[in-house]
């Protein structure tokens, strides 16, 4: 329903809410004590978010990410409207002015227009912090705010800690990299398009120059995925090709190894 990971790329820890999941968990709020347990998980949630943050540094604030996707406003019971009014009237009383920024993804239209409407009529210190992202730009747009490794896996993120590359990929350009794979071992391959999308081919050769292809996949989107078990040892080739006309794209890129 809910998660703090991450933080923003001033450091503030980042809170992850998922309406549709909420949507769908709406029966377990048939009873006074779970409508109370659930008030009381999401006062927790926003006191994990403060307790990431650093005072003395002047973290003071933290950013929202609200995800409607599969939420359907008209779906809402009366139990978690109430729920929801008592949440917020918590946080306005107890929490004022702790929200950086807050970001809303796969709105419904008919929300966006409420958003819009209501938006007029508050002061622009309030509408500064709001942003509803447009359709086709939720990963763009989080990495403005934040860091690849501040992304959940839902949004293509990548293993903190681990390093991960930058590539500059032109039209007619592909970037090429190889990597050796050994032997009983899992290579995970990520990538995250900062705008647009690129087409990512990942093959599996035998080692050294010219090896046979034994395995390849392509895919195609802003974010994606490859996932290659090694039998014996050979090498693990990625293509990573914009196919716009024009423009370039910055891709950043995870390979991952582990053992089986």
């Not at 990431?52 to 409607?68: L, N, P």
Request: net charge neutral; hydrophobic share 40%.
């Amino acid at each position: 329903l809910g998660e703090v990971w991450g933080e923003d790329k001033g450091g503030r820890p980042v809170t992850w809410n998922y309406y549709g999941r909420i949507v769908a968990a709406q029966e377990l709020l048939g009873s006074e004590e779970k409508e109370e347990a659930f008030v009381r998980w999401r006062v927790q949630l926003k006191e994990k978010a403060i307790a990431r943050m650093d005072f003395e540094r002047g973290i003071e604030t933290a950013v929202q990410v609200h995800d409607y996707e599969g939420a359907n406003i008209f779906s809402r019971t009366p139990a978690m409207k109430a729920a929801t009014d008592r949440i917020i009237a918590i946080f306005t009383d107890n929490y004022p002015e702790m929200v950086e920024t807050q970001l809303f993804l796969h709105v419904p239209k008919l929300m966006e227009c409420l958003v819009s409407m209501i938006s007029a009529f508050l002061p622009a210190r309030t509408t500064r912090r709001f942003r509803v992202v447009a359709p086709g730009q939720t990963v763009q747009t989080l990495l403005e705010h934040l860091h690849v490794t501040s992304l959940p896996r839902g949004y293509g993120g990548f293993e903190k800690g681990k390093p991960y590359e930058r590539f500059v990929v032109h039209p007619r350009e592909p970037k090429r990299a190889r990597y050796a794979a050994k032997a009983g071992t899992t290579v995970e391959v990520r990538y995250v398009v900062e705008a647009g999308e690129v087409e990512a081919r990942v093959e599996k050769r035998g080692a050294g120059e010219g090896g046979e292809v034994m395995f390849e996949a392509t895919r195609t989107g802003v974010f994606g995925r490859f996932e290659l078990v090694i039998e014996s040892d050979c090498d693990v080739a990625v293509e990573l090709k914009n196919t716009a006309i024009w423009g370039a794209k910055v891709v950043l890129f995870q390979v991952l190894r582990s053992s089986w």
